[in-house]
């Protein structure tokens, strides 16, 4: 341990601390000493429990002769200390070092000198008063600073409340170092010059008035310094510290007298005497005298005067307290000298003394003072049980003490307290005793609250300290296991102590609260320590060894819940003594027959070693009883001791009786030896074994073991035969091991040729003939005879290893070799092929491998033949037959399959070896070499694979058939003809037959294989996964995606509509620069999986759209450059134009132009830069992205642009100065052209009037050329007036007006209106008769709109305009052509036929020739159609529904011309054979909707000219739909029987039958294929042969049917669970019955909880558990005995039945054994762990059962009040320990289903039990036998039966046993018993129950659970009105047969008719039940069917709803109703809360 930086910076710093800088190498040297050392680094390190280390500089103390401490001689010296637990006191400084920051396990960094880690600091040799100081002037003054402190998360009351605490700490600190002293000195009167003896009062008072005010004052200030310290002594006293004891009672008291005293003497002194006379004479002296406060003083005096009586009474009241507290003095003694115990002497006297001064004392025995003096007493016993305790050390000290002295200790204490109490109440009582005397009436709580809080504390620390001796004790006594429950304690007692608390402050409520965590976590530990000590227990199987135990616990645990469970240990162990003598008796009594056999010892041997063990086992442990007397002195002893007694002489008697059995058997084994030496036993398949008597062995080792053991007399005989005993065993040995090697040899005979060589087995049994029916253990030539047999033997197992040999070598490794030929051939890794090219290389390794395998063929088949030529020459005895051809014909057929299933495998390997090659999943996760290159490809859609994806799966595909092609080839075998070489062996003189030729090649069977079929098929998706992953990396390009997809167009004008700068326009064409140069960055390939994708031609392509867009976007923008450029250069030219335009002498029109256009350039001239500019910008960004060509125009404008505008203006300027110039000419010519103007308009006016337009009669025609002709007219002056209205404008002259052309403009315009519409109705329809009829249809649409056009605008003229002829005529022409417009509109519809127009014309009576070219609208219009409207309409209307009747008849032929029928496979038949269901379906709907509508079209009027091909159409249709329909029902009857008579078990049960369907079979697949060929609906079910064979197929199929059915029935009746099954359920369990694994899923279908069986792992036929699967969990119960699944299923599935029945059985028993235990040394958590749910709930109902009724006799019977009691307060436990258990982790879903389920049923059980208990009380309830006892749901384990019985109200049920599983069950509520109560009734006089109730009511719940608490399986059928009787039979009879519940939910849904026989079907099931029979006549039953006595039936009923109706009456009386109604939800929700681990659960619900 060497210094490092921090040592050497504490030592420099110690060294400046204490002056001794210039001795830091001699501090450094004492800090490097060991011991200081290691304290130093153990502080550092964080190993210390301290967080700071003191360093002292003085000599050391040393004890003087007296003891006392002195200094020690010598230097000082450095001391480093902790500062506890060290005899070394600091006499000057002291330096000290603090971790700061530093977590308590974390060094400090000792290479650091200096960090905050760590605090340095100097203390005085006061440390009190160097805190003092500390805290006022350092520490304090910093905490005040607002910035000096991180306050961090602490809000701002937490931060002042620290601050006034530390503020008030100080405080306190500095009052107590003070020394407060108190008390009172009243003033003297100051001197004075006058002589007051010789004046008179009236003197004094008329001439020294200052003298009486200054007596006055002082007065008043005696009054004041006396009335404070009266006032304030007494409050002191009420201030006094809670730990003052009654000594401070008496110095108070003393200490008051002793100032009042001092008071009174001051008073009595001459001159205070002579102030009160002063006074007291002023109040007598005359008014004239008298001074003027006088009445001051009178107020003084009286104030004194209460005063003086104050200090009187407080005088009279210290004195009368002192003297009688004074006699306490030695009673208060003992509590300040005493020990606690030592003090309880004294409390009587203690007592008494207090009670004489409460009685005689006068002041003192007020209720305040006596409370008081109690409370201090209170105290000081307080502080000397605190004194007792801490033993003169700090509270600190506690944890270091013996727990055992210190608990002593502390129970002194407590006994202290109850004894001071009982004193205090028992002078209470005493004093209560006599009325007339004063009473302790005082507040006990204010007297021994304190005492009782520190009890409370106490008693935590006594069992804080108990704990910690008990766990200490355990860590020392080693017990094995027990270490982490020490290591346990050691943390949370560490943990504990480290947060030292002062342990005896009991005003400390942190310690109260870190002390219930420490109790639940002792809690927590002693669970564990109570599990270890029963574990310790159950793991001792000897009663001594347990009773050792106990006695060492019991030496160790302290604490009450552990002794308590010790103590139960021994009543326990006693207990079990007794299920030990009864478990010895039990396996006595089990054994007897068969007791469990000691190792290698015979049977007579074993069975007195077993007696004897037996006997020591009950013998060991009595005798250790016996030296306990208290033990054998219980009630239940001596039953015990006689027990004992009896097992003891039965034993005894054992073994007697089996000597003598054994020595009366030796004759009759000694003749076994004449027994033949082999036999073969029939019960194992004629298997030989070596006829030795086992007896004989038997009695040979009897023999020897009873002479072993000794006290056995052996008789001769036996003896004679041990002396035999070698020869015996040697014969014995050799023909055990000839027998051994004969079937070796046998067994390593090939399977495949057993039957061959079974001639040559034959030969070598005629050998061994002689041994099985000679030959006795007794002959002579037993030696020659095995020589001969061990001779055939020899020569057999030679030809079986020729045999093996030749398979092996020849053919087995040939068929290997076969097998794993390669029939690919796949590129190297780093080879690229094409497509193509892989095919091809497939074909050419196929061909070539081909080749070889057909040689390998030829080999092994050649290898076959030679194998059987090798058998059959083997000679043999002539009567042993040979071998037969029939067996040689399997063995050459056996070896053409294995040749198939070799060509199988190579071709399986093959197409995997290429999927895997292909895979992603190459080599364990690598990525496969790429071997196809792919092109990336632009399409214009996207980009895309080239080849692609599927492009190279069909090469994979092709690759794929090529492998399979290759067993084309390959030529099976002949299995049909001997081979020749045999046929010459076994008979040479005939010629060899010759064989039948070719059987055919392996490909048509490997081609049809599924496994192949599913490789292709894997093979075919190998891609996929690369596909997905080209798609994943194609989406890698979707940033580009918009390049190819979007429209440049309409992408250019949505950017155009968001109006973009030309900046923006310049960032858009750079955004398409960007992509170019991605594009180029891009890589050049990437591969994926088995595929290298090349990108270049893609990246060429997204090169060319960038720059696609760029100029599709730089064009518009050119194009709007140009615009703008073109508009600015035309604007600037139009101008130019306007300027230069000449104006004429008088021509206005020029003028005005002209100067318009001066202004429109000097407006311009501002705006001229915002176009110019833009376009300057635009060509800019032209330039710089995008060479654009420009023509020259172009170019020419753009460069000239600025130029012309500049010689714009300057033209403009010239203009403008040549127009000033010639403005007063202008000026003259405008008015007089004006004047002139005006005499013509007058002189126009005069003409219009007199020939114009609106001249009266002229006929519309020439009104309307008049109104062209003055129209035309009337325009040029109209003109001429424009020009001259501008003219007056440019020269301000005024405007003139001219009233004449306005007048006729107005009428103009009203003429206009009427003639223009005029004209263009009669041209339009002169136009439209002349249109040909043809085209008439087209232009209807357009004519409508004209002439509603016209009609409209007619409408609309001016009133003064209808008066007008032209007006009517045209109103006239317009409402004519409307008329006939409807009508030429419903003639003109494709609708109307040429019968329709003859219809017409017959009207009319016109020749309307319509199918002339030449006929037209107006002979329509001649023919007067309007007048004939109403007819018309309807032959048109008629026309439309015949069009709409033809087009739908069309349309259903051309519909059911298309349709067709889809064809399926049907399993394993991989050709089309049935038709598909979801297409016939709709077929079958579009036929019946077809010929609704046909039905509906031919009963229509209209529908007469199609009558014929309607009528046609339904007859066709109707019968498609009955041959459709007919078709369908056999194919649905030929697949439900197909899969049973073509394979399985039941086909060959029923080979009639399935010989039947084999025909049938036949037909139906000719007439599928013939179908399947036609495949169109109509003409497919036209077929004859369809028509012919479907009813005789019907009819066969039929018969097969009702076979099936009464097979079905016959295995239900075997089965009777089989009739809760549908008949395809039942089909597939039958079929798949000689193999139990495929029929696991159907377990749950024939048990209630059964889902899974579990099969033993060496033979798969034999069942060993049941099981409740939910998920990934279970529930296993282990069968009491296997079930063998074979033979038929009904037989071994009835043997599941009984043999779960008897294994839950076993577990109840097993349960009702431990039951007693439960609670009592058995937690209820382990109880229900170790059963399954359904017998845990079983077991808690049959705890409450008998607890509660055995509560019920005793208190009826023995008057035990405490009884119920205390059964309540144990279900009250087991409920809490259920719920705690709730709350913990149960380990699965199903396991907390479980305890939540434990929960439901107690809950219900213990209010039950707290209900009975209430009306006990109440005297409602008498004994066991009160109804409300026994209408509870009961549950008993009786004995004398061995069955569970559950017992409700009278009725009692046998439990059935049928495994539940676990299962969530119902919350018992008051309905639910009653309705319990009720159907137990039922069913107890042979009727079913009713519930009856509304739905949401547990009608059927109910039911269920009813079920499920009795054990039975509830079969639920939910009825409706389509149930038939027979299906109700079916039912009824499982129930009967199997002793099950139904339930029928919703019965009264089922119909009246149906209802009247179930009653019949009932009723007899009641009868039978009431007779007791065994068997009885079900109605419609030929024959009896059995009856189990425990069936029942059950109906629910929903009254009032829709469907429902009432019962008869007859079914009424055959059920017991109990109505239903909602549950109480209060109670659900309560037990629910409970389940779920609410404690509280009656507050919450």
């Not at 006594?477 to 002062?502: S, T």
């Not at 609208?1417 to 033809?1446: C, M, R």
């Not at 019968?1519 to 060959?1548: C, H, N, P, Y």
Request: negative net charge; contains cysteine; aromatic residues 8%.
């Amino acid at each position: 341990m060497a210094m490092q930086e921090r040592h050497r910076w504490m030592a420099a710093n110690v060294a400046a601390s204490f002056g001794m800088l210039d001795k830091t190498h001699y501090v450094e040297s004492v800090l490097g000493e060991y011991n200081n050392l290691k304290k130093l680094n153990d502080f550092l390190e964080g190993k210390s429990k301290h967080k700071h280390i003191f360093v002292y500089y003085q000599r050391p103390d040393v004890p003087n002769e007296q003891g006392e401490l002195v200094d020690a001689k010598g230097d000082p010296k450095l001391l480093i200390t902790t500062g506890e637990h060290e005899d070394i006191r600091i006499k000057s400084r002291a330096v000290y070092f603090l971790r700061n920051v530093v977590p308590d396990s974390k060094p400090v960094k000792s290479d650091v000198a200096c960090d905050g880690d760590l605090l340095f600091g100097e203390m005085a040799a006061s440390p009190l008063e160097s805190l003092n100081t500390g805290l006022l002037d350092v520490f304090k003054p910093l905490v005040s600073q607002p910035t000096t402190i991180d306050w961090a998360s602490c809000d701002t009351d937490q931060t002042s409340e620290f601050k006034s605490t530390l503020e008030k700490f100080t405080v306190e600190l500095s009052q107590g170092i003070q020394s407060l002293t108190g008390g009172i000195d009243l003033p003297s009167p100051e001197p004075t010059e006058v002589d007051l003896r010789t004046l008179s009062y009236n003197e004094i008072a008329k001439d020294h008035p200052e003298l009486v005010t200054q007596y006055e004052a002082l007065l008043e200030q005696w009054c004041h310094l006396i009335e404070q310290y009266l006032e304030q002594t007494l409050e002191s006293q009420q201030k006094e510290s809670e730990t003052s004891g009654p000594r401070t009672e008496l110095d108070f008291w003393r200490y008051r007298l002793q100032k009042i005293t001092s008071i009174n003497e001051q008073l009595r002194t001459k001159e205070r005497k002579s102030v009160m006379t002063l006074l007291q004479a002023i109040t007598k002296v005359p008014q004239d005298v008298a001074p003027k406060n006088r009445q001051t003083v009178f107020n003084t005096l009286r104030r004194w005067k209460q005063i003086d009586i104050s200090i009187t009474e407080a005088f009279n009241e210290a004195k009368d307290n002192v003297k009688y507290l004074t006699t306490l003095e030695k009673f208060i003694e003992p509590l300040y000298i005493s020990t606690p115990a030592a003090i309880l002497e004294t409390l009587p006297a203690l007592m008494n003394a207090v009670k004489m001064v409460h009685t005689i004392a006068r002041y003192y025995n007020t209720t305040e003072r006596m409370t008081n003096l109690f409370a201090k007493i209170t105290n000081q016993m307080i502080t000397k049980c605190k004194e007792c305790v801490l033993d003169g050390e700090e509270s600190d000290s506690l944890w270091s003490k013996d727990p055992q002295l210190l608990i002593k200790n502390l129970h002194s204490c407590i006994q202290l307290n109850d004894s001071y109490q009982e004193q205090y109440r028992l002078t209470k009582e005493t004093l209560l005793s006599l009325p007339k005397g004063k009473q302790f009436d005082f507040s006990e709580t204010l007297i021994f609250g304190r005492f009782d809080l520190f009890c409370r504390r106490v008693t935590k620390l006594i069992d804080m300290f108990q704990t910690i001796h008990q766990f200490t004790s355990l860590s020392k006594h080693r017990f094995d296991g027990m270490e982490p429950l020490v290591e346990a304690f050691q943390r949370i007692f560490q943990e504990f102590q480290i947060k030292r608390h002062d342990l005896l402050d009991f005003h400390n409520n942190r310690f109260d609260r870190d002390y219930v965590e420490f109790n639940v976590r002792i809690s927590d530990l002693e669970s564990n320590l109570r599990q270890f000590i029963n574990q310790s227990f159950e793991s001792i199987a000897s009663i001594e060894a347990s009773l050792k135990l106990l006695a060492k616990f019991q030496s160790i645990l302290q604490r009450d819940s552990l002794r308590s469970d010790l103590e139960n240990k021994f009543a326990v162990i006693f207990h079990n003594y007794g299920l030990e003598l009864t478990h010895v008796q039990d396996q006595y009594e089990k054994f007897k027959t068969s007791p469990p056999l000691v190792r290698n010892l015979p049977p007579v041997a074993g069975h007195v070693t077993w007696s004897r063990h037996l006997y020591k086992r009950i013998e060991s442990p009595m005798l250790k009883f016996q030296m306990n007397p208290a033990v054998l002195a219980g009630r239940d002893s001596r039953k015990l001791i006689r027990m004992y007694n009896k097992m003891a002489k039965t034993l005894v008697e054992f073994e007697t009786l089996w000597l003598q059995a054994w020595v009366n058997s030796i004759e009759t084994v000694k003749a076994g030896l004449q027994a033949t030496l082999i036999i073969k036993h029939p019960d194992d398949g004629m298997r030989f074994h070596v006829n030795f008597d086992w007896e004989i062995l038997q009695l040979i080792r009897e023999t020897r073991c009873l002479d072993r053991m000794g006290n056995v007399e052996i008789p001769e005989s036996a003896r004679m035969i041990l002396l035999q005993e070698h020869k015996f065993k040697s014969y014995n040995h050799e023909l055990t091991y000839f027998l051994k090697e004969y079937r070796r040899i046998t067994q390593s005979i090939k399977p495949i040729t057993t039957n061959l060589m079974k001639p040559h087995i034959e030969n070598l049994e005629f050998k061994m003939r002689p041994g099985l029916v000679i030959l006795t253990w007794t002959s002579m030539n037993i030696e020659s005879y095995l020589d001969e047999i061990w001779k055939e033997l020899d020569r057999l197992e030679m030809l079986v290893l020729a045999v093996n040999d030749l398979m092996d070598s020849r053919i087995d490794a040939n068929l290997k070799t076969v097998a794993n030929v390669m029939l690919v051939n796949l590129p190297e890794e780093s080879e690229l092929v094409s497509l193509d090219e892989f095919v091809d290389m497939q074909e050419r390794h196929v061909r070539a491998t081909t080749d070889f395998l057909v040689a390998k063929n030829t080999e092994i088949e050649n290898a076959v033949n030679d194998l059987l030529g090798m058998i059959v020459a083997f000679e043999l005895e002539p009567h042993v037959p040979s071998v037969t051809e029939s067996e040689i014909i399997k063995v050459k057929a056996h070896y053409n399959w294995s040749m198939y299933q070799a060509l199988l495998n190579a071709t399986k390997n093959s197409l995997k070896a290429m999927k895997l090659r292909l895979s992603s999943n190459y080599r364990e996760g690598d990525q496969p070499p790429a071997f196809f290159e792919v092109d990336l490809q632009l399409d214009g859609i996207g980009v895309r694979l080239q080849p692609s994806v599927e492009e190279i799966q069909a090469a994979i595909n092709g690759g794929a058939v090529a492998v399979l092609k290759c067993s084309k080839m390959i030529e099976a075998w002949d299995t049909v003809t001997i081979p020749k070489n045999v046929q010459l062996i076994l008979d040479a003189n005939l010629p060899p037959v010759q064989g039948t030729g070719s059987q055919g090649t392996f490909y048509d069977r490997i081609a049809q294989d599924r496994e192949i079929l599913k490789v292709v098929l894997l093979l075919t998706g190998s891609v996929q996964s690369t596909k997905n992953q080209c798609n994943e990396y194609l989406t890698t390009f979707g940033n580009y995606e918009w390049t190819w997809k979007d429209d440049i167009r309409k992408s250019y004008k949505e950017f155009e509509a968001e109006g973009p700068s030309l900046d923006e326009f310049e960032a858009k064409l750079k955004s398409f620069t960007k992509i170019e140069k991605q594009v180029e960055e891009m890589k050049g390939q990437h591969q994926i999986s088995a595929l290298m994708l090349q990108t270049a031609s893609l990246a060429t392509s997204l090169k060319d759209l960038a720059k696609k867009w760029k100029a599709a976007f730089a064009k518009q923008l050119h194009k709007d450059a140009w615009t703008k450029l073109d508009s600015v250069s035309e604007m600037i030219k139009e101008t130019g134009k306007k300027l230069s335009r000449e104006v004429g002498q008088g021509d206005m029109d020029s003028l005005a132009d002209v100067m318009s256009t001066l202004r429109t350039v000097y407006v311009k001239e501002s705006e001229i830069d915002l176009d110019m500019v833009p376009i300057e910008h635009m060509y800019r960004i032209l330039d710089e992205h995008l060479a654009v060509a420009m023509d020259a125009e172009e170019q020419d404008k753009r460069s000239k642009l600025r130029s012309s505008w500049a010689a714009l203006l300057e033209e403009t300027e010239k203009k403008q100065l040549e127009l000033a110039d010639s403005q007063v000419a202008y000026k003259k010519d405008l008015i007089k052209t004006v004047n002139a103007f005006k005499r013509d308009i007058t002189k126009f006016r005069a003409e219009y009037e007199r020939s114009g337009p609106m001249v009266r009669g002229i006929p519309p025609r020439e009104a309307v050329e008049r109104l062209k002709r003055f129209k035309e007219e009337f325009d040029v002056r109209d003109r001429k007036q424009d020009i001259y209205y501008k003219g007056e404008d440019l020269f301000g002259v005024p405007h003139q007006q001219y009233p004449a052309l306005n007048l006729t403009r107005q009428e103009l315009g009203y003429l206009s209106q009427l003639y223009d519409l005029y004209v263009a109705v009669l041209e339009t329809i002169k136009e439209w008769k002349e249109y040909l009829w043809t085209d008439v249809p087209d232009q209807m649409e357009m004519m409508q709109k004209t002439i509603d056009s016209f009609a409209g605008r007619c409408k609309k003229m001016p009133k003064q305009l209808r008066e007008w002829p032209a007006y009517n005529e045209l109103k006239k022409e317009i409402e004519d052509f409307q008329e006939v417009l409807p009508l030429l509109t419903e003639l003109g519809k494709p609708s109307i036929m040429p019968r329709h127009w003859q219809q017409i014309m017959d009207m009319t009576g016109k020749e309307l020739p319509v199918d002339s070219e030449n006929f037209k609208l107006q002979a329509l219009i001649d023919a007067q159609l309007n007048e004939f409207t109403d007819e018309i309409s309807d032959i048109t209307e008629g026309a439309d529904k015949q069009l709409v009747i033809e087009g739908k008849i069309k349309e259903i032929s051309a519909q059911w011309e298309g349709m067709f029928f889809d064809f399926g496979t049907w399993k394993t038949r991989d050709y089309p054979c049935v038709l598909a269901g979801g297409k016939v379906g709709e077929t079958q709907e579009a036929l019946e909707e077809t010929m609704m509508n046909l039905n509906t079209m031919n009963a229509q009027r209209h529908s007469l000219p199609f009558k014929e091909e309607l009528n046609g159409l339904l007859t066709t249709l109707s019968d498609t739909g009955d041959t459709i329909e007919r078709w369908f029902k056999v194919q649905q009857m030929w697949t439900s029987l197909e899969s049973v008579f073509t394979g399985g078990d039941i086909a060959k049960q029923m080979p009639m039958e399935a010989k039947k369907f084999q025909q049938i079979d036949k037909d139906w697949i000719k007439i599928m294929q013939k179908s399947a060929e036609t495949k169109l609906v109509v003409p497919c079910c036209q077929n004859d042969m369809l028509k012919q064979m479907l009813p005789v197929l019907s009819e066969g199929l039929e018969k097969c049917q009702k076979s099936l059915e009464s097979y079905l029935e016959g295995k239900r009746n075997k089965f009777p669970r089989f009739y809760f099954t549908s008949d395809p359920v039942l089909l597939k369990i039958l079929s798949q019955g000689s193999d139990p694994e495929s029929i696991q899923e159907d377990f749950e279908k024939l048990f209630d909880a059964i889902n899974r069986v579990q099969f033993d792992k060496a033979d798969k036929k034999k069942i060993v558990k049941i099981m409740e699967v939910n998920g990934p969990v279970s529930e296993i119960v282990d069968l009491q005995s296997a079930v063998m699944a074979v033979g038929n299923i009904e037989d071994w599935l009835l043997a599941l039945e009984y043999e779960m029945q008897r294994s839950v059985r076993r577990e109840t028993r097993i349960c009702a054994l431990e039951c007693p235990q439960c609670m009592n040394g058995l937690s209820i958590g382990d109880f229900s762990n170790k059963c399954v749910a359904q017998v845990s709930i079983a077991g808690i109902q049959m705890i409450w059962t008998t607890d509660f009724q055995d509560a019920l006799i005793r208190m009826s019977r023995d008057k035990d009040k405490q009884v119920m009691g205390s059964a309540n307060k144990k279900f009250v436990q087991m409920l809490t320990d259920l719920i705690a258990m709730c709350l913990t982790d149960l380990g699965s879903k199903m396991n907390r289903t479980k305890f939540e389920t434990l929960v439901t049923i107690h809950v219900h059980q213990k209010d039950l039990f707290q209900e009975v208990w209430k009306k006990a009380r109440e005297g409602k309830i008498k004994d066991e036998n009160d109804f409300e006892w026994l209408r509870q749901t009961r549950v008993y384990w009786k004995t004398e039966t061995d069955h569970c019985v559950v017992s409700i109200a009278d009725v009692d049920f046998t439990y059935s046993y049928e495994y539940l599983g676990c299962k969530e069950r119902l919350v018992i509520t008051a309905l639910t018993d009653r309705c319990f109560v009720t159907q137990s009734q039922a069913l107890g006089m042979f009727f079913g129950g009713a519930p009856a109730g509304p739905a949401g009511t547990g009608k059927t719940e109910t039911t269920k659970d009813m079920g499920r608490t009795l054990g039975v399986f509830v079969v639920v059928t939910n009825c409706s009105d389509q149930h038939r009787f027979r299906d109700m039979a079916k039912i009824f009879k499982g129930l009967c047969m199997s002793g099950l519940w139904g339930c029928f939910d919703e019965f009264n849904r089922i119909e009246l008719e149906v209802l009247s026989v179930v009653a019949m079907q009932v009723e007899s099931i009641c009868s039978a039940k009431r007779q007791a029979v065994a068997t009885f006549m079900f109605p419609g039953e030929l024959f009896p069917i059995k009856l189990v006595p425990s069936v029942g039936y059950f109906i629910t009923m929903n009254p009032g709803y829709a469907g429902r109706q009432e019962l008869p009456e007859n079914v009424k009386a055959l059920f017991r109703s109990v109505a239903m109604m909602v549950p109480n939800r209060e109670t659900i929700m309560k037990v629910k809360l409970a389940s779920v681990g609410y404690s509280q659960m009656d507050l919450l619900g």
